[in-house]
């Protein structure tokens, strides 16, 4: 690709996370004419304390403890007699909650 290949005209870079900050987490939206100046505003959130939030929504992890929570039953998990593996004790209908999550490791 050459700088010819480049467009012209004014282009409009933006960049969503989900991010954290004193005590709140929301969506963070920085918006940018270049990617230098996007990539400077990112770099800019370390200074200014917000960091981007780690946990999936789908699996949440309880403070503190490291045990998954079920994320249908809001409750903590129970550990499986694999190492490392949990599983939700609720039950439902004739049979048990099939929601299982492994703790990770490493991080
Ligand atoms: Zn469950």
Redesign the pocket.
Known sequence: MTEDALPAGEMKYSFKAHVQAHGFAGDLIISSTTINDLVKSIKLLERAGIAPTTASPSQKIEQGTGTPV????Q?P?KPSRKPGSFY???Q?GEG????KARQEHGM
């Open positions: 079920c994320p249908v039953h409750r998990m939700c004790s609720a439902v048990y909650c099939q929601e």
